[in-house]
């Protein structure tokens, strides 16, 4: 199997269909949960749509560069959402985070193995395989969180 398949698959694990790592992904835990649910505050907690917006922000932001873009993120802008008052302000959200990670993941997955190797942007980024990577493992990390917000909503409802 080509290294930028495997790696595609295990970024489509976390968000899209994915249950083999941590029985779960952000697709199980977002898309059915109201607009209320997902900006209701935990404590001092990010919302469960701060977050989702945190990692589609990046998401995007690499899938412009995977397009050919530049790299316009910036992490101080990386919570900056526009207010969630409604289920389809809600359910946009969560299409425009499905709908960017299957373009990363097919992306991906198109490149030849060698450009995982290439530097990405600039050196100071490393390389392909180095961003792609961390955007697994930044995924999982906010998808932990996410997984407990919602227990711990469900336990107050």
């Excluded at 199997?1 to 249950?19: N, P």
């Excluded at 490393?126 to 990390?141: L, P, Q, V, W």
Aim: aromatic residues 10%; proline residues 2%; glycine residues 6%.
């Amino acid at each position: 199997m080509e290294r930028t398949k495997q790696i595609a698959d295990r970024f489509r694990e976390v968000i899209l269909d994915g249950k083999w790592v941590v029985n779960t992904n952000y697709k199980d835990q977002i898309v059915n949960l109201s607009w209320k649910q997902a900006t209701k505050k935990v404590g001092s907690l990010n919302t469960i749509a701060a977050l989702t917006f945190h990692i589609n922000y990046y998401i995007a932001g690499v899938l412009n560069v995977l397009e050919g873009g530049a790299l316009e993120i910036r992490d101080k802008y990386s919570f900056d959402m526009s207010p969630i008052t409604s289920q389809e302000d809600w359910e946009k959200l969560c299409g425009t985070l499905m709908s960017n990670s299957e373009k990363f993941a097919d992306l991906v997955e198109s490149l030849p193995d060698k450009k995982l190797d290439e530097v990405f942007v600039d050196p100071k980024y490393g390389s392909y395989e180095r961003n792609i990577e961390a955007m697994i493992e930044h995924s999982y990390y906010h998808l932990g969180q996410i997984s407990l917000i919602h227990k711990m909503l469900l336990e107050t409802d």
